[in-house]
Nanobody, 115 residues
Framework: QVQLVESGGGLVQAGGSLRLSCTAS????????MGWYRQAPGKERELVAR???????IYVHSVKGRFTISRDNAKNTVDLRMNSLEPEDTAVYYC?????????WGQGTQVTVSS
């Protein structure tokens, strides 16, 4: 098992930036996928960005060019740098990792973008 803890959410004006960080309780040398989902009020949870096995990255179309996912294996972290934020990015952001033993989620961190 692994525990995930997110940090870095908050309130920002449109056009601003935030950096979310997800710290794992142990090193993760191999995985099926890891990254970030988000869930806005009244909407289903959607993929934002993720690494897949082999290291390739995938982004939802709406954040391409604005968000960047990155990993630091030494710190057991996966970060999400969010630039040019829009009110439509307002959501709870969840870190996750898909392992052979199951899928693990963080508790979520709120991101609110004001217009």
């Amino acid at each position: 098992q692994v525990q995930l803890v997110e940090s870095g959410g908050g309130l920002v004006q449109a056009g601003g930036s935030l950096r979310l960080s997800c710290t794992a309780s142990r090193s993760i040398p191999s995985f099926n996928a890891m990254g970030w989902y988000r869930q806005a009020p009244g909407k289903e949870r959607e993929l934002v960005a993720r690494y897949i096995s082999g290291g390739a990255t995938i982004y939802v179309h709406s954040v391409k060019g604005r968000f960047t996912i990155s990993r630091d294996n030494a710190k057991n972290t996966v970060d999400l740098r969010m630039n040019s934020l829009e009110p439509e990015d307002t959501a709870v952001y969840y870190c996750y990792v898909d392992l052979a033993s199951g899928i693990y989620w963080g508790q979520g961190t709120q991101v609110t973008v004001s217009s």
